[in-house]
């Protein structure tokens, strides 16, 4: 079975603080996804990377950054966390763009 | 960015009844993914569709991808109260579409 892990079911941070969200996978996957998932906006992708140290920004880049050393982890940085980023943190991994991602358990993140 | 559009938002059934849920789009797909999250997890792959006017069936959910490639559905006989949960679509194969923004299923017991 596929696994993607996620470094942290339920995160709670301050306005400012430096974030970074951690996600591995374990099956040799080209691809990573971030994702951020809010009531009623459906799941809005923020960056992917379709090899270790590429990266492309998905729709809602702003606020966010990405780092991908090695192939199996992808992590999500937010510079300095703001209240509109409370939201739910979702990694996926697949084999090529366009195919089938398996998910992460997912974080929810919350800034105060 | 061009959103999928899923229909109903909202569905809440009695166990034993059917239902049907759409996705929809102007575009083309190539390929389709639907997902189902359960409350606190991430979405779990259930199928993909390919060909035009494809069925695929998993157990009592029945999959079709319509013949232009443009809509999907999913419709589940006698529902139980396991099938509950946010049922998203997902075009995969163009980064200029994104997931719908889901169908919410909940089954009464």
């Known amino acids: 079975d596929v696994k993607v892990t996620q470094s942290s079911r339920y995160l709670v941070k301050r306005t400012g603080e430096k974030v970074f969200l951690e996600c591995v996978q374990d099956m040799d996957h080209e691809n990573m996804f971030w994702y951020r998932q809010d009531p009623g906006l459906g799941l809005r992708l923020i960056y992917f990377?379709?090899?270790?140290?590429?990266?492309e920004k998905g729709d809602i880049p702003e606020g966010y950054s990405v780092s991908r050393e090695k192939k199996e982890r992808f992590s999500l940085i937010l510079e300095s966390a703001s209240t509109n980023q409370t939201s739910m943190y979702l990694c996926a991994s697949g084999e090529s763009t366009g195919g089938e991602q398996y998910f992460g358990p997912g974080t929810r993140l919350t800034v105060t | 960015t061009q959103l999928l559009e899923q229909s109903p938002q909202f569905l809440s059934i009695q166990e034993g009844e059917n239902l049907t849920v759409y996705c929809n789009s102007s575009?083309?797909?190539?390929?389709l993914q639907w997902y189902r999250q359960e409350p606190g997890e991430g979405p779990v792959l259930l199928v993909t569709v390919v060909t035009g006017g494809e069925v695929k069936k998993l157990k009592r959910l029945t999959f079709q991808f319509g013949d232009a490639r443009k809509d999907s559905s999913l419709h589940i006989t006698a529902a139980q109260p396991g099938d509950t949960g946010l049922y998203l679509c997902d075009p995969g194969s163009a980064r200029q579409l994104t997931f719908g923004s889901g169908t919410q299923l909940t089954v009464l017991p």
């Open positions: 575009s083309v797909f190539s390929s």
């Open positions: 990377s379709y090899d270790v140290k590429m990266k």
